[in-house]
């Protein structure tokens, strides 16, 4: 054997076994769940996580005059903006939290997250996949898709995306854990949807056994057989989503009426039927990860004035999930409750400028933060922002010295959180072991 | 040094008349054995999935050279298919509207979407075609007589040019054995009670159903 070639063996069995998937390991976790949420538009943290309510640097805070504090569920008046408040963990929030504060003993916030980026493009791909984007493409696979492709194999929708920004990149992941991206929830549902005026669910059943077996069958005798063995086994979960009540229980219209805990008629409208769809699908043990995104957090203009009673709306969705996962019995683990076993991470693709422009809205700011509300992290505010800037400081002891908390080390702590090693999925990021409870 | 570089010259361009040797030809002799190689290690391309467009560009081609809005008016109708916005980001489609891109890989619930639209056409074609029984070349799919109450010998040539249609190719140079697995599709479907068209109708739409969404139609 020549020496290259010797080299190419050598190098290509040992990235095999770096990159793929570890049933094996991942069988000691195999019934947790994951929510992920994307705010779109890029939030306004001083409103929430980072809240500023002193006229400081180039910070302008928000007060009654430039913001609608009506609906503000916490809003307290305090020298001219609002009052800020606390927790027992440490935490300082603003009113735009809404009924999240509720919870916040359960809250775990990272601020001061450095993006390098105001692009909402580059900024949603760095904050659910660790990397920033290369030439316009995707380079690494997003947070979901990791926790699917590690966890989530044995599950009928491994990985559901409604609006989320979901990334598959590459061959060496389980094909199962592809997601399923969609715009809504109906068209979930809706694909599933058959005529009963013609074909019945026998002959359907009998049509995609014929194309399993098919696609099975060519997967055998392919060179490449992975993308036929991607469809034989997307043809095999078609059959209980094609003939169970699958359709029923999960359309738009009964979710809504099914919870009404969530709000449908807000500034999210219709969108907010992603969080019920998660639970439901939950409950049924359908899914292994949700992503779900809801936006218009976009504001530039005179919307700003709107944006606190939009977060409200926000967390108020995600309070509502909590409580609910609360109330819910694990469906595979006699006596214990949801919520100990499903992780919930809301991020957004940056945050806004501290200070207002001429037409009253908030630009796009290099500065982020993010929300966990997992049993596995510990409660409390990490990460910091200078005073003047709203920018991220240097507050964190890494391998490679004292910088700011970014992305990838939230990604990868929270990838470490369930036994997963970051290192086999992402280029960079380091656990926190900090944020670990 | 230049004098004798043009005397050596002069001697070549002189000696440039001489005749080549002749090659008489010798005896034949067997060509040396070769190796026997058992695994093929020619370079092969990968299988991908087609992109979304050209399968949605080729089930309006298979159907009658349909305009998206034709296939929309074609499908509709006994919840067999609704408007094509609800499935654009399900088809894989970049859907503007809720800002989602193009997806790259398949998934169950585009295969899902697949298949309620191959379903609705391929109804609607038994139809067209074999319920109005119109002449073989006003056909759109199913081109050949129906064969009555067909054996496997009747039904293979029929299934040969429904292959030939949706795969492209004639079905005996398939890489496995399809002929008997679509006729027991046929013959299991042919077998319950029809609704809406006759059992027979009702064989011949699942086994166009099942090519359409077949995983040669979906590779390249």
């Given amino acids: ?138 380079p690494e696979s997003s947070v979901d898709v990791v926790c699917a492709n590690e966890l989530g194999g044995r599950q009928l929708m491994p990985s559901v995306a409604i609006r989320f920004p979901s990334q598959f990149v590459g061959d060496r992941l389980d094909r199962r854990a592809v997601p399923l991206r969609v715009g809504s929830v109906d068209a979930i549902t809706r694909s599933f949807v058959r005529s009963a005026d013609y074909l019945q669910p026998p002959d359907r059943q009998a049509i995609t056994a014929l194309l399993t077996e098919e696609a099975r069958e060519l997967a055998r005798d392919s060179t490449h057989p992975a993308p036929f063995d ?84 926000l967390f108020g969705t995600i309070a509502a999930m909590v409580k609910l996962l609360d109330a819910t019995p694990h469906p595979t683990r006699r006596g214990a409750k949801l919520s100990e076993h499903t992780h919930i991470l809301v991020v957004s693709e940056f945050c806004r400028t501290p200070q207002l422009n001429p037409a009253g809205g908030r630009d796009h700011y290099p500065n982020n933060s993010a929300l966990v509300i997992s049993p596995r992290f510990r409660p409390g505010p990490f990460g910091a922002t200078d005073p003047d800037q709203l920018l991220p400081v240097d507050s964190v002891e890494f391998s490679d010295g004292r910088r700011a908390i970014a992305p990838p080390d939230l990604l990868a702590t929270f990838l470490g959180a369930f036994g997963i090693d970051p290192r086999r999925y992402m280029r960079d990021g380091e656990i926190v072991k900090a944020l670990l409870a | 040094m230049r004098p004798v570089a043009l005397l050596l010259a002069l001697l070549v361009a002189c000696h440039g008349d001489r005749r080549p040797a002749v090659i008489s030809p010798g005896t034949a002799q067997p060509w040396p054995a070769h190796r026997a190689v ?121 299934f040969d040019i429904l292959h030939r249609t949706f795969l492209g190719y004639p079905v005996a140079l398939a890489p496995i054995p399809r002929i008997d697995r679509f006729f027991a599709l046929y013959r299991e479907v042919a077998s319950r009670q029809a609704t809406r068209l006759t059992p027979d109708e009702m064989a011949w739409a699942a086994v166009c159903t099942a090519l359409v969404q077949h995983p040669e139609a979906w590779v390249y």
């Fill in chain 1, 1 to 138: 054997m020549k020496r290259r070639d010797f080299l190419g063996v050598l190098t290509g069995g040992a990235a095999s076994l770096a990159l793929g998937p570890t049933w094996a390991g991942a069988s000691t976790l195999p019934d947790e769940f994951f929510i992920f949420v994307h705010a779109g538009g890029g939030w306004d943290v001083t409103l929430w996580a980072d809240p500023r309510n002193e006229r400081r640097g180039l910070i302008d805070p928000a007060t009654a005059g430039n913001s609608e504090t009506g609906g503000l569920k916490y809003w307290k008046h305090a020298g001219g903006t609002f009052e800020i408040l606390t927790s027992k963990s440490g935490l300082q929030l603003g009113p735009g939290i809404g009924s999240l504060y509720d919870l916040r003993e359960r809250l775990t916030i990272i601020n001061g997250l450095a993006m390098n980026t105001v692009s909402h493009d580059d900024g949603t791909t760095f904050s659910t996949t660790g990397r920033h984007r290369t030439g316009g493409a995707v």
């Fill in chain 1, 230 to 313: 991607q469809l034989a086994s997307q043809h095999q979960d078609l059959v209980p989503l094609l003939t169970g009540d699958f359709t029923k229980a999960l359309g738009a219209r009964q979710l809504q009426a099914a919870y009404p805990q969530f709000e449908y008629q807000g500034f999210q409208g219709g969108s907010t039927v992603a969080a019920a769809f998660a639970i439901e699908a939950i409950k049924r043990n359908l899914v292994r990860c949700v992503g779900f995104g809801l936006g218009g957090f976009d504001t530039h203009g005179a919307n700003q004035r709107q944006h606190a009673l939009q977060l409200q709306e």
């Fill in chain 2, 38 to 158: 058992l695994l093929d290690q020619s370079p092969k391309a990968k299988r991908r999935a087609v992109p979304a467009e050209v399968f949605l560009r080729a089930y309006l081609g298979w159907f009658g050279d349909l305009a998206p809005y034709d296939a929309f008016l074609r499908a509709r109708g006994n919840d067999l298919f609704d408007q094509w916005s609800y499935y654009l980001a399900a088809l894989g489609l970049p859907d503007h509207h809720v800002d989602a891109p193009r997806i790259s890989q398949s998934n169950t619930v585009m295969l899902a979407t697949i298949g309620r639209l191959g379903e609705a056409l391929c109804i609607r074609s038994v139809e067209h075609d074999l319920r109005a029984n119109p002449p073989l070349d006003k056909r759109v799919i199913f081109a050949f007589e129906q064969p009555v109450q067909p054996t496997r010998e009747t039904f293979a040539p029929a």
